[in-house]
């Protein structure tokens, strides 16, 4: 019985978890609707942002959406589920995949009920808060997760295609296209680009918008990406990325909270772009100018996540489920660093406090505001490039990285100096 439970244990709780909140999933239907809808205007041939004013998706996301469109919406909602449920899991199961590739053994099985606690308990929020929108961001990180996973078996070039589905998906990953470059892996470029190329532009291929000057991807590229980065801010009609928002955790989302930039256009402009190229400069360095010369793509993952987060003009919350690789992987690290470990358990106890303790149903809803408002999810997804820092620029906190046993930390050394001097109390 304890074998099976500990074989099957985590799959039987996951299971009772996912049938018991489905309830609440199927309480807010406006993500998938809004989805479906992004899909029936390709079918009807209309242009997006008339047809579907709150579609801002990339067009290839409302082509894949298209299955979704002739259900009905309760099974809309339950196929939703299990694709979200899937690509969480695929999330940590891949993290892990990853990260385990920075170490010369493996982790044991007790090894990795460690890992998975901690980094569950690490990234939880950002899950159910997929869960509850019913956003699709656990979607693309899937794919961006299992593209590196393949980058790490030498399975460049499907590697590269998944990291541009992803791309075309979502936009963000884009950002690993040149990462791919520079680190030479041109195979994996060359996938990504005809991925995300042949994605980007199959809704123009299949469906022509009615009245329409250009087809929907260039319409997306104007009215949308372009318009975010002010290349034509006068394009759309719905900026939603502008002016305060409490739950835009972007570096612009942080800068707009302080700084108006309606009143002062100028200078908000400047220090959003300071900050971005602060971040681009800092999150380069750390890739190229290392003293690890071997692949790192774990760490080199989560830097590229964290960057994509914190650089996009729009971060919702669920949008940090892309924190599940980072978690993982410095958990996994943490937990075998033999020279810098209480580093990374400071750094991952102050994002913790940042991203989570501070922004919860526990600490009420006043609480929770005040740190939106404050950008502590932003700190929090910053501070987590401190520990990543000390990993590359200290190369024996790999080098010397030994399997964790709970019995040699210090806590258990402490509790077993108390027990062995604790008085006996027990009768005879």
Request: proline letters at 4%; hydrophobic letters at 55%; charged letters at 15%.
């Amino acid at each position: 019985m304890r074998r099976w439970f500990e074989r099957y244990g985590w799959w039987l709780g996951l299971i009772l978890f996912f049938v018991a909140y489905y309830r609440r999933f199927i309480s807010q239907d406006d993500g998938i609707i809004l989805y479906a809808q992004g899909a029936q205007c390709l079918l009807d041939n209309q242009i997006l942002p008339k047809c579907a004013l709150a579609f801002t998706y990339p067009p290839a996301f409302a082509f894949i959406m298209i299955p979704f469109a002739p259900l009905p919406l309760w099974l809309r909602l339950l196929l939703w589920y299990v694709v979200t449920i899937i690509a969480i899991l695929g999330i940590y199961k891949f993290s892990a995949q990853i990260a385990a590739k920075l170490f010369a053994s493996s982790f044991s099985a007790k090894e990795m009920v460690w890992v998975r606690v901690i980094s569950i308990a690490l990234s939880v929020k950002f899950v159910l808060a997929v869960m509850e929108n019913e956003a699709y961001d656990a979607l693309p990180v899937l794919f961006i997760v299992l593209g590196l996973a393949l980058l790490t078996k030498g399975r460049d070039t499907f590697g590269g295609a998944s990291l541009g589905f992803a791309a075309a998906i979502k936009a963000t990953p884009l950002i690993f296209l040149p990462y791919l470059l520079v680190k030479k892996r041109f195979g994996a470029a060359a996938g990504f680009l005809i991925v995300l190329v042949a994605m980007s532009y199959a809704p123009d291929l299949l469906f022509t918008p009615a009245g329409a000057v250009e087809g929907y991807f260039h319409t997306w590229l104007r009215q949308v990406a372009g318009a975010s980065f002010s290349i034509d801010p006068g394009a759309t009609t719905f900026a939603f990325w502008t002016g305060p928002n409490a739950l835009n955790h972007s570096l612009r989302g942080a800068v707009s909270l302080q700084l108006d930039e309606i009143a002062h256009p100028i200078l908000h402009k400047s220090v959003v772009y300071g900050l971005d190229l602060a971040l681009i400069a800092f999150s380069a360095a750390l890739i190229i100018f290392r003293k690890q010369q071997r692949d790192l793509i774990a760490i080199d993952g989560s830097i590229l996540l964290i960057a994509a987060l914190l650089l996009s003009p729009m971060t919702s919350r669920s949008h940090y489920v892309a924190l599940v690789l980072p978690y993982v992987t410095l958990t996994m690290v943490v937990l075998r660093d033999q020279v810098r470990q209480r580093a990374g358990v400071a750094v991952l106890a102050i994002s913790f406090f940042f991203l989570t303790m501070t922004s919860n149903d526990v600490v009420g809803k006043t609480v929770s505001d005040w740190a939106y408002f404050h950008s502590f999810l932003v700190i929090g997804a910053l501070t987590l490039m401190i520990y990543i820092a000390i990993i590359i620029w200290q190369p024996a906190v790999l080098g010397t990285a030994k399997p964790f046993d709970w019995r040699t930390t210090q806590l258990a050394k402490r509790l077993g100096k108390l027990s062995v001097g604790a008085p006996n109390k027990g009768g005879a």
